[in-house]
Nanobody, 125 residues
Framework: QVQLVESGGGLVQAGASLRLSCTASGRTFNSYALGWFRQAPGKEREFVAAIVRNSGRTSYADSVKARFAISRANAKNTVSLQMNSLKPEDTGVYFC??????????????????WGQGTQVTVSS
């Protein structure tokens, strides 16, 4: 059984920074992709960023590129998302995800079969 536990959400003002972390447990994640999706009120879940655990290859949504940075600490089975210059439109529930699919494919298109419970990020204007 795979478990993903997020932490680090909160309420901040526009322009501030937040760092989300996610700890994975339950199996070996050597070849997995780990990442983040988010869901704003009344909207569908959308891809934010992902990283391949063994190679470090990353992918970002255009809306967060240059503001967010994803990283991993393999020894701790953790993945983090550093979010800078936050905007009100970044508000939503952020979910940590993991995929066992072939990571040679586009990371946003992978089947992310494991999901955390989510952590709320609210950015006020």
């Amino acid at each position: 059984q795979v478990q993903l536990v997020e932490s680090g959400g909160g309420l901040v003002q526009a322009g501030a920074s937040l760092r989300l972390s996610c700890t994975a447990s339950g199996r070996t994640f050597n070849s997995y992709a780990l990442g983040w999706f988010r869901q704003a009120p009344g909207k569908e879940r959308e891809f934010v960023a992902a990283i391949v655990r063994n190679s470090g290859r990353t992918s970002y949504a255009d809306s967060v590129k240059a503001r967010f940075a994803i990283s991993r600490a393999n020894a701790k089975n953790t993945v983090s998302l550093q979010m800078n210059s936050l905007k009100p439109e970044d508000t939503g529930v952020y979910f940590c995800v993991a995929s066992s699919s072939d990571t040679r494919w586009s990371l946003p298109s992978l089947d992310y079969e494991y999901w955390g419970q989510g952590t709320q990020v609210t950015v006020s204007s």
